[in-house]
Every structure is written in structure tokens, then in C-alpha cells.
């Protein structure tokens, strides 16, 4: 079945450096791809996405990247803050049925 | 600005019991989602419905079923609850997309069960 495997599962950075998270999925249909982002006791809230006709999508510090012949996708987060913090999950649409496939998360700690 | 809701935030159960978590979105989605979310294994699908009285099974249904009356609310029902459904439940809405089903799901602020 599909299948995204997310790494790493947790990643510790000190504030201000780069953080960069990877996804890998398994549905070559795929062609929606949104991240989220979960703070300590609080829902899911989305991020950024792409689309699949799009190679890379930013907003302010954070980033999206995707590659549809590797079939991978990665998140970019530069000048780090410890309201970065959180667990991040990516996902992969399954093709025509609204279903989204998630990865496991990565915790991000931001050093201050 | 969506909002997406459930019934309890805490919920404490014993063995056996009859449990259900409901939720309620305000604006007109068509899909309705229950996930479950424990550490290391990220959000898993435990079932999905796609307009009212329509449901589909997702990764892990079994010990589940649900309910989908009115298009605003989407009930999760654990008919004998067990210690291995001690988890987070997270419950999203979206609508289909323009461009196909795809599209944005929004989270409910999750219900976590304990079944002692």
C-alpha cells in the first residue's frame, strides 16, 4: 500500500541554523504534498504544501522542495528560532480520494 | 476560518465500555477523517467519510466504527474499549479540490483517551 517514510525522527539544532527534515513516498500518483506542524499539546496546523507541477515553494523562512522521479520531498527551515520547536509532519495525497498517507514526525528542538 | 471541534479534550474509560467521540465542523467540508496518533507512528487513518452517511475503512479500523448522520459531524464509536486504544484521536475536514480531491486537511484540537 502507500507508504512516506519521514527522517530523521528527531533533530536538534541550535537557534539560528538550518533545519531540514526528508520524506520519501511511495504512490508515483501522488501529486499533493502538504506539511504540519504540531506545538506541545496543541492540533496539527499546516504549514506549506506543494503541488506536483511545482519543484519548490517558500514562504519567509521555511521551504518546501520536491523531486517526483526520486519521489522526495523535504522541508527547509533557515535562521532557526525556539518557536520552531514542534513536531513536523509531512503527507502525500492519495490520488483521487482526498486521503492523505503521513510520516511519522520529527521533533524539532531549537537550542537557544 | 475554519473551525473543526470535538467533544472532549480528556476522556478516561474502563475495559469494555461503549465510547464515543464526536466531531463537529462548521464549514460545510465534505470529507470528515479519524486518525489516531501515537509517538513514532505519526497520524494513521482509522476511518474516512466522504459525504453524509458514506464511510470508508482506513489503515487501521478494526475496534472502530463511525457514524456520519449530518454533514457537519463525524462520530468515532469504540464498541468494547481495550487498553491498546489508549491513544491521542485527531479528527480533520477538507473539502475536494478544485483540481482534484486533494486538498488541505484542518485539525480538530484531538481527544486524548486513557482506557484503564
Known amino acids: 500500500g502507500e507508504n512516506v517514510e519521514q527522517h530523521p525522527s528527531t533533530l536538534s539544532v541550535q537557534e539560528g541554523d538550518s533545519a531540514v527534515i526528508k520524506c520519501t513516498y511511495s504512490?508515483?500518483?501522488?501529486?499533493?504534498f502538504p506539511w504540519y506542524k504540531q506545538e506541545l499539546g496543541k492540533r496539527p496546523q499546516l504549514i506549506i504544501d506543494i503541488r506536483s507541477n511545482v519543484g519548490e515553494k517558500k514562504d519567509q523562512r521555511i521551504a518546501v522542495t520536491l523531486n517526483k522521479t526520486a519521489k522526495h520531498f523535504s522541508l527547509h527551515i533557515t535562521e532557526t528560532q525556539p518557536e520552531d520547536s514542534a513536531v513536523y509532519f509531512c503527507?502525500?495525497?492519495?490520488?483521487?480520494?482526498?486521503?492523505?498517507?503521513f510520516g511519522q514526525g520529527t521533533t524539532l528542538q531549537v537550542k537557544p | 476560518d475554519v473551525k473543526v471541534t470535538q467533544s472532549s479534550r480528556y476522556l478516561v474509560k474502563r475495559t469494555g465500555e461503549k465510547v464515543f467521540l464526536e466531531c463537529v465542523q462548521d464549514m460545510d467540508h465534505e470529507n470528515m477523517f479519524w486518525y489516531r496518533q501515537d509517538p513514532g507512528l505519526g497520524l494513521r487513518l482509522i476511518y474516512f467519510?466522504?459525504?453524509?452517511?458514506?464511510?470508508e475503512k482506513g489503515d487501521i479500523p478494526e475496534g472502530y466504527s463511525v457514524s456520519r448522520e449530518k454533514k457537519e459531524r463525524f462520530s468515532l464509536i469504540l464498541e468494547s474499549a481495550s487498553t491498546n486504544q489508549t491513544s491521542m484521536y485527531l479528527c480533520?475536514?477538507?473539502?475536494?479540490?478544485?483540481?482534484?480531491?486533494?486538498?488541505?486537511?484542518?485539525f480538530g484540537p484531538g481527544t486524548r483517551l486513557l482506557v484503564l
Open positions: 480533520a475536514s477538507s473539502r475536494p479540490g478544485a483540481g482534484g480531491p486533494e486538498e488541505t486537511q484542518y
Open positions: 467519510s466522504y459525504d453524509v452517511k458514506m464511510k
Open positions: 504512490d508515483s500518483a501522488s501529486n499533493y
Open positions: 503527507a502525500a495525497s492519495v490520488s483521487n480520494t482526498g486521503k492523505l498517507i
